[in-house]
Structures are given as C-alpha cells and as structure tokens.
C-alpha cells in the first residue's frame, strides 16, 4: 500500500472524538411512587406497618361500617363510582381498610398505614381528579387518647416538613371520627407570614383525622368501652404539588414525559 492510499483510509476511518456520546435513557420512579416511600419511610421510624387493603370494595365496607348509613348525607361527601354488580363500588377513600385491618388484628393493638389509590366520580379538573392516592393510618389499642394523636401527627409533620414547623388542629366533621380535625402546617414557603401558596393564611392543611368512631371500632370487632383509637388521612400528591409548585393536578396521570422526566 502507498503512503497516499494508506493516509486516505486512515482519515476514511477516523473517529470524531469531539462528538457527543449517545445518551443513555433510563426510567425513573413516577413522582407519586416517590413521594408515598416518603410516607412510608417516616411512619416505618414510627412503629407503623403498611397495610395493603383493595381498590375494589362493596358498600358495606365503603360506607355503612364506617358509620355512613343508607341515604346518609354525608356520602354525597364522596362522589362514588358504582358497577353493575350490585354493592360492588370502587373505594372512594381508603378508610375501608379500617375496617379489614381491625377484623384481622384483633384482639391485638394496631399501628398501620394504609396507602392506596382512591377512585371518585368528579369532574376533573385543575384541583381534582378522579383517581387520587391517599395514605391512612390507623392506631388502636388500651389508652390511645387524643394527645397520642396530636403528638404523633406533629413529629411526622416536622419530619416531613422541616424542624420548624408549626401545627395547629381545628374541628371537623367525619362520620367515622369523633371529635374530628383537620391538621394545618404553617406554609412552607413564607413560614406563617402568608403569601399565594398559603392564599395569605399563613397555613396549609395537610391531614383529616380524629379518634376512631365506637361505632367503627365495635364494627371492627374491638369494644369500645376497653379498646379507643385515632386515625387520619393524607393525600400524598398533594404533598407533591406543595413542595415543587405543581398547580395542576391532571399532570400526575397524563403520562407526559415532560413532565415525568422532571422527577
Ligand atoms: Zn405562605
């Protein structure tokens, strides 16, 4: 081979060391699947089992158990989605879960969360969707009283939201609690001061919760007069949509990698 013909399949050859590799895709946790080992990793450092309960659910367990009795007013709460088999409903909430855990735990005490995809026959829109997560947690034994409940909801709450946050508890209605509240936090972007996340309260409300209704726990199998406890509920997207600034909530299950890949 001559000089010249050798030198022109050199340069034919050559690699362009200068241009960029391809990049390698690889996939991620969705954003919701991150946030509920968030929960699960804090109420796991607090003695709390998780505890899988299913989507699929009948009226009973859904509402009448839980102190919802036919033709209750306070169903309406709860947009429901019904099939054609008679009582067979999707859950609107995953306190049914409550009642499954209650029937298979006693008579021993209880401490689960109960995280789960919840369904509701809304219109969807920028604050609500049809299918949201909630994560509930449930605590039953002897001497469970309404400071165990505060107590335990503020140490998540500082865990979750930093050191320095404030909570307060107001009343509220729930048929399967009583007393009921609702849980706030002092916001997390201005620290009480008020500004467009907090709409200028200086709070945001991050639980509903109360101690466990007699009527529910003697439906669980556990008697009231010996046994009490507390539970609450959280929405984990929520969360999600506080810390990053998410304004719109249909982003979580419209599978836009643009989106997504932010995560
Ligand atoms: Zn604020």
Not at 173 to 185: A, G, I, K, L, Q
């Amino acid at each position: 081979m001559r000089a010249a013909e050798l030198a022109q399949a050199l340069e034919s050859a050559a690699i362009d060391v200068s241009l960029p590799g391809r990049p390698v895709v690889t996939g991620g946790l969705h954003p919701a699947t991150q946030m509920l080992r968030q929960f699960y990793k804090i109420w796991a450092d607090m003695g709390f089992q998780v505890y899988r309960s299913r989507d699929v659910e009948d009226d009973a367990h859904n509402f009448e158990l839980l102190n919802f009795p036919l033709h209750h007013p306070a169903r309406d709460m709860q947009d429901t989605f019904f099939s054609t088999e008679k009582d067979i409903i999707l859950r609107t909430h995953t306190s049914p879960g409550q009642i499954r855990a209650m029937r298979e735990y006693y008579p021993e005490p209880i401490r689960v969360i109960l995280p789960g995809m919840c369904y509701r026959h809304e219109q969807i829109t920028a604050r609500s969707e049809i299918q949201f997560h909630q994560v509930e947690g449930l605590a039953v034994g002897r001497n469970i009283r309404m400071t165990d409940l505060k107590g335990t909801i503020a140490e998540f709450a500082r865990r979750m939201y930093g050191a320095d946050r404030e909570v307060r508890f107001r009343a509220s209605y729930f048929p399967f609690t009583e007393p009921s509240m609702e849980v706030d936090v002092s916001c997390i972007l201005c620290d009480g001061k008020g500004c467009r996340l907090c709409k200028y309260t200086g709070w945001l409300e991050i639980a509903g919760s109360g101690m466990v209704h007699p009527v529910v726990l003697r439906n669980g199998g556990y008697d009231p007069a010996v046994y009490s406890g507390f539970a609450f509920g959280m929405g984990p997207e929520r969360v999600t949509m506080l810390k990053y600034g998410i304004e719109d909530i249909r982003y979580f299950w419209s599978n836009d990698l643009r989106f997504l890949e932010q995560f």
